[in-house]
T-cell receptor, first 108, second 117 residues
Framework: GQSLEQPSEVTAVEGAIVQINCTYQTSGFYGLSWYQQHDGGAPTFLSY????GLEETGRFSSFLSRSDSYGYLLLQELQMKDSASYFCAVAGANNLFFGTGTRLTVIP | GAGVSQSPSNKVTEKGKDVELRCDPISGHTALYWYRQSLGQGLEFLIY????????KSGLPSDRFSAERTGGSVSTLTIQRTQQEDSAVYLCASRRGFAHLNTDTQYFGPGTRLTVL
């Protein structure tokens, strides 16, 4: 089976840095994806890690450690518009298995 | 089209009725996925199409759920004899090609919010 764990809620101050962790148990692991979803909106792709290490895309970075079955999403210079739900997802052969999401609230 | 579209955006139905949800993927995308998202929850995988065939139907929760895809494009998800627990947002996503997931991104549609009374 597959399971992912991530915190249900995180609150951070505008301008700060926040890290959202994700641990997983799965068979047939190909990589870890991160998606952002604003209330009432569709999930949008943020990043994908197939190999260990850090991937940086602007203010967002994602990290993967396959040996630890662990990854995280790092958001820097937080903005109010970053308030959303963030999902980690394990890529299998044919699909993505999503976690239950972390609701990030950015406060002034 | 410019993005994945789904219709209807909202559907309210009575328990026991059948519903059909439609997904128009991005033009040229060969892979299509259906997910279900209950309020405040993650996305639950339902079914995956590559072209018109469905190599993975493992997520369909019961035999009341079925899906088809024709012409390698439009897909319909049908729920027969709807139950209240079927109430959720049904999301469709498409991906460009046969390449493995790590080279293609899934693009999601806006979803259909299904409410079963």
């Amino acid at each position: 089976g597959q399971s992912l764990e991530q915190p249900s809620e995180v609150t951070a101050v505008e301008g700060a840095i926040v890290q959202i962790n994700c641990t997983y148990q799965t068979s047939g692991f190909y990589g870890l994806s991160w998606y952002q979803q604003h209330d009432g909106g569709a999930p949008t792709f943020l990043s994908y890690n197939a190999l260990d290490g850090l991937e940086e895309t602007g203010r967002f970075s994602s990290f993967l450690s396959r040996s630890d079955s662990y990854g995280y999403l790092l958001l820097q210079e937080l903005q109010m518009k970053d308030s959303a739900s963030y999902f980690c997802a394990v890529a299998g052969a044919n699909n993505l298995f999503f976690g239950t999401g972390t609701r990030l609230t950015v406060i002034p | 089209g410019a993005g994945v579209s789904q219709s209807p955006s909202n559907k309210v139905t009575e328990k026991g009725k059948d519903v059909e949800l439609r997904c128009d993927p991005i033009s040229g995308h060969t892979a299509l996925y259906w997910y279900r998202q209950s309020l405040g929850q993650g996305l639950e995988f339902l079914i995956y199409f590559q072209g018109n065939s469905a190599p993975d139907k493992s997520g369909l929760p019961s035999d009341r759920f079925s899906a088809e895809r024709t012409g390698g494009s439009v897909s319909t998800l049908t729920i027969q004899r709807t139950q209240q627990e079927d109430s959720a947002v049904y999301l469709c996503a498409s991906r460009r090609g046969f390449a493995h997931l790590n080279t293609d991104t899934q693009y999601f549609g806006p979803g259909t919010r299904l409410t079963v009374l």
